[in-house]
């Protein structure tokens, strides 16, 4: 299934470009390193992904090989893993898989043109990143390797003990807290291939939405829709807006995709004009969910009280991400925009009020979301509490729970037990990651990821497919700068005190690999998160077979 969102692209593009401008001397570099054996592979470049995989892996082998002395430092790996990078990010772009529909395909193409232009193919002609046309490239194996890929043949896993030599020392790094805990798996096989205190459960931070997002996806499947509609009572001319739980409903003039208040209250406006209706008394349907609407962290600028109505996360300001100031009241703001609709198309409201639609009301029009499939993708890229929490307990109302944070914790801890996930010391108290009483282990954060990639389980592939990747889009898109670029794709968690990093990487070797860190008692946020990003970037570079 193919959802076409090319605004996520259009919106990180200008961000991917000043990125690749400060970085491109550094990665320059670093690509030096790499850049005559992958020149050599560009002449084996074939139509086919597994010849072009078999033509290029023997070079980088032996540039690994002539390049790595027996104790390898860790510049050495981001140096390797920038190169892999570029030559990851080149042919991933050309290579099928449903990720494109997050435009994330659009976006690997044009990077590799803004970092040193050895791009792929012809990039369609003006990607605005560079001035020059981009050069012939090497191909890789795809990012998506052992996920339905034919053809292309890869090493074995690597071994525990090579990776320990790699990730020990990395993981001690005092940045990383008091305590740590990590694990690694071969997403082909599912194998455990390293960990340290897997089994140990910490505070997860905004990785839990990796596991809501596999809950609501098995719950609901990839097609399932979020709908907001105008009801009319009949007899009293009372016209209830009907919360569906949709945060991505969007007031703007530029819908982008996703569905609209101005046009359900064109459509409504219509409909009461052919019953010869012009005014009416306006009132709104919030009751799809229960319980508190704040968020056990109090009021705060990462998430809107949690409401069945809202429109633009409730959002009093022009952003659609990150933290904004929020409306108190989600549902009455949202029907205040919704009558001051109605108005312009001719239809006058009484002031509104909240109520509760009944069986009898007509259905006088409709907006539905799109699939879920692209609600994850935005939730996972933008790390999108507002989603999250919606998605919570849209899981809570599959498995006929109370529809509240306590509801949607219980439903997402059911759903992925029935799915045979490790849940020893997981703990769920809401769908964001915000609450830091949530519990996670490493063991279930990258069994989350093997099974979005198991073939058996095409509905749960988003969770994939919206992992931010590194250095252009979502919240890595300023990370990962100067190595893997291109070739780490995780979700990342931040509380005070706690970093995580979970998501896939591509090896050296072409393997398609999972992994999460979770660290505690951290005291520097920043160093933190760039002690886990060289943590990925080694095991991205790692020919630890």
Not at 137 to 146: D, E, T, W
Request: hydrophobic share 40%.
């Amino acid at each position: 299934m193919v959802v076409p969102e090319p605004r996520l692209w259009r919106t990180a593009r200008p961000h991917v470009v000043r990125a690749a401008n400060a970085v491109r001397p550094r990665l320059a570099r670093a690509a030096d390193a790499v850049r005559p054996g992958l020149t050599r592979a560009a002449g084996a470049v074939r139509p086919s992904l597994a010849r072009t995989a078999a033509a290029v892996k023997p070079q980088v082998t032996r540039l690994a090989r002539v390049s790595r002395p027996k104790t390898v430092k860790t510049w050495q790996y981001t140096a390797g893993a920038a190169g892999a990078g570029l030559a990851l990010a080149a042919t991933v772009a050309t290579a099928a898989g449903p990720w494109d529909s997050s435009g994330q395909r659009t976006a690997e193409r044009d990077r590799p043109v803004a970092l040193e232009r050895p791009g792929g193919t012809d990039h369609e002609g003006g990607s605005g990143t560079a001035a020059a046309g981009p050069r012939p490239a090497p191909s890789a194996p795809s990012v998506l390797i052992g996920l339905g890929g034919t053809g292309v043949t890869v090493k074995s896993a690597p071994t525990g003990k090579a990776l320990a030599a790699v990730l020990g020392p990395l993981l001690g790094n005092p940045a990383l807290g008091t305590r740590h805990t990590a694990a690694v798996v071969d997403v082909t096989s599912g194998k455990r291939l390293y960990g340290t205190s897997a089994g140990t459960a910490l505070t997860p931070a905004s990785t839990t939405k990796i596991a809501t997002a596999v809950a609501a996806l098995s719950a609901l499947g990839a097609d399932h829709r979020l709908t907001t509609r105008a009801a009319l009572e009949p007899d009293t001319k009372e016209l209830v807006l009907v919360g569906g739980g949709d945060p991505t409903l969007t007031a703007r003039p530029d819908a982008g995709g996703w569905a609209s208040l101005r046009d359900l209250a064109e459509d409504t406006a219509a409909a009461l004009k052919k019953r010869n209706i012009t005014k009416v008394t306006l009132s709104y349907d919030k009751t799809l969910y229960a319980g508190p609407e704040i968020h056990p962290i109090g009021v705060n600028d990462n998430l809107a009280p949690v409401s069945a109505l809202m429109a633009d996360e409730a959002r009093t300001d022009d952003t659609s991400s990150g933290p904004a100031p929020r409306a108190t009241d989600p549902a009455t703001a949202a029907t205040h925009t919704f009558a001051t609709l109605l108005a312009d198309h001719g239809i006058k409201t009484t002031s509104p009020g909240p109520s509760k639609a009944t069986g009898r009301a007509e259905i006088l029009a409709e907006v539905s979301s799109p699939p879920l499939s692209a609600l994850v993708e935005r939730m996972l890229t933008n790390s999108d509490n507002d989603i999250a929490e919606a998605l919570a307990r849209q899981t809570a109302l599959a498995a006929e729970q109370r529809a509240d944070f306590e509801g949607g914790g219980k439903a997402i801890r059911d759903r992925l037990n029935t799915l045979g996930l490790p849940l020893a010391g997981a703990d769920f108290h809401d769908g964001s990651g915000l609450d830091r009483t949530d519990r996670l282990t490493a063991n279930l954060l990258t069994s989350l990821l093997v099974k979005a990639g198991d073939p058996a389980h095409p509905e749960l592939r988003p969770v994939l497919t919206g992992l931010p990747v590194a250095g252009f889009t979502g919240t890595l898109t300023s990370r990962y700068t100067d190595g893997a670029a291109g070739v780490v794709r995780a979700k990342t968690g931040t509380l005070t005190g706690v970093n995580t990093l979970a998501g896939t990487v591509v090896d050296r070797d072409g393997r398609l690999l999972a992994f999460a860190f979770l660290t505690s008692n951290t005291t520097d946020p920043a160093a933190a998160q760039s002690a886990l990003d060289r943590t990925a970037t080694a095991l991205a570079a790692c020919g630890c077979g």
